[in-house]
Structure formats: C-alpha cells, structure tokens
C-alpha cells in the first residue's frame, strides 16, 4: 500500500504543476478534469502523510521502549504506542477505503426526480414527505436543494417534483436512492382506517455540463409559458416558464421556479444534458454488459428499494435487508445510515467482481 500511495503523491505533484501550465488553461475541459484529478489526489495525499506520521511516531517509540534505560521513559513509550497502533489501522482502513476506484460522477451535483406512482393521491403525497425528507438531508449535509419544476397533487404532495442539489460530492451519496420507495400507512383520505400501500420512484442524475455533454440547440425546441408556481406578481402573468424538448431523444424538461425566462433556460438544459447523458450511458452499459447492474448502487429503478412501514415505526432497506426502527428520524433525514452501509457493499462488491 505505502508504495501505491508513494505513486500517488508522486502524480499528484505532476497534476499540481500542470494546472498552472499555459497550455493547459487554455484547454478547458482537459483543465478541468485535472483540476478534479489534483482535488480528488489532495485527500489522499493528505491522509498519507497524516499515516506517515504516525508510522515514525510508532517507530521513535519502539525505538525507546528498546534502547531507552529509563524505566518511566520506557511506560511512557509503552502508553503511547498503545494510543498510536489504533490510530494506524483507523488510518489504513480510512486509505483503502479511498484507495477503491470511485465513479467518476460521484462529485457532481444532481438533478433529483421523484414521481407519486400507484396509490392515486396517497402516492403524490408520499412523494411531498421523499421531498421533504430530501430537503432536511441536504440541510444537515450543508448542501444546496432547488425545487425546478413541479406538478401538485390532488390532495397535497406532488405527482411530479424536480430538484437540483449542489455541494460536495452529492451523487456519491444520493445515487444509492434511485429506485422505487413503497409507503404503508393509513393515508389521510382514507376513511375507514386501512392501511394503504403506494409507491413513488425517484430518479438521481449526475448533473453534466455543457463540456461533457454537448447538444446541439437546433435539435431543441423551446416553449414557454406561465409559472404556475409561488412567485409574485409575476405567476401566470408573464411567460417566464421553459418547456424544452430534444427532439432527436423525445426528452422533455420544464423550469418554472425563477421569474427570469433566462434563468428557468439555463436550469432547464442542466436537467435535459443530464437525462440525454443518462439514456447515452443506458445505451452503452446495454451494448457491453454492464458489470455493476448487481451492485447496490447500480440496479435497475424499477427495483423496490425501500419500504417506509409506518404502523410498525420501520424502515427497511431491501438491497441489504437493513431496518431502522425509526421511521420518524428517517423521514426527518437521517438517510446517512442506510447510504453509509449501502456504500461499503458496493464497494465489497467492486472487490468482488474485479473491478478495483
């Protein structure tokens, strides 16, 4: 591992004077996967030389309770190696885990989609509570959530909801809830107290730039129309809202959550660039086979991943048949159990197929 992680350090040095090299400035898509390549280096470089540090501590105080004739030096050696030798395996298993290829998409943002599926108006309210759920993640996470585009439900949530989610590496953790997530509960409209069982899916999207997925604007059409949506004066009085629709894959997108038409444009061809590169990468994984659709992290999303028992206060993670037994923390985002554990099979997994 130490010389592995000595090559690291060593093409992270080569990264570092790269970046600021002329030629490569000017060379905007190759700058920017360097400068991903330098910061995705910098963590593990950092973490070496921490693990460096305490490899010669372990060693001066090996040293000490060997030669040392003092017999207080000696305990005092003994006591701090005995504080050091955790911290060196904490350290090893923190490296390997770094050390496990990650998907190159795990940095970027995300388009978040969630749709009410069967159960009627129980569902689109279901999806509200995903949303909600959602929103108080990114809240303890520090990242950003922006509602794009919306269509309510009937009696409350939403049979169709939209998001953007920015921060640090949001798609390496948020990938592990596409799939379709079943509710049990009585829902409020039900009269005679049974219990209903509806579904939503939710969709995550690595977010991709105009650099990585390039669409020619003569092959979209671009609508627009009155935001329906909170906003003013200006809902339903100007045409603000963007329906765009990329006629050579049927994709269609709409933004209506910013007043400027501009604004609802841009965040709209974020949402079409993710969804053209999602059904690109579909294709692609189809034709050679791809390894992952095992893998928690990669399976199909009509798969049922989640089930959110509410008479029973429980909540359980089918692909690694994980249960929470409270549904109350769950739905006020604490997500991170379920992901953290999700994270770690995937990567014993990756192990397993080979791919690391």
Known sequence: MLDKLEAIKVRFEEVADLIIQPNIMEDMKNFAKLTKEYKDLDKIVKKYEEYKGVLSNIENAKTVVSTEKDQEFREMAKMELDELYPQKDVLESFIKDMLVPKDPNDSKNIILEIRGAAGGDEAAIFAGDLLRM????????????????????????FKEVVASISGEDVFGQMKYESGVHRVQRVPATETQGRIHTSVASVVILPEMDDVEVNINMSDVRVDTFCSSGPGGQSVNTTYS?????????????SCQDEKSQTKNKEKALKVLRSRVYDIELAKHNKEVGDIRKTMVGGGDRSDKIRTYNYPQGRVTDHRIGMDIFNLPSVMDGEIYKFIEELRLVENAERLKEGTV
């Open 134 to 157: 959602y929103q108080r993640f990114c809240e303890k996470q520090g990242w950003k959530i922006e509602v794009m585009d919306f269509t309510d439900g009937a009696s409350g949530g």
């Open 241 to 253: 809202a963007v329906r765009l629709t990329h006629v050579p894959s049927g994709v269609v997108v």
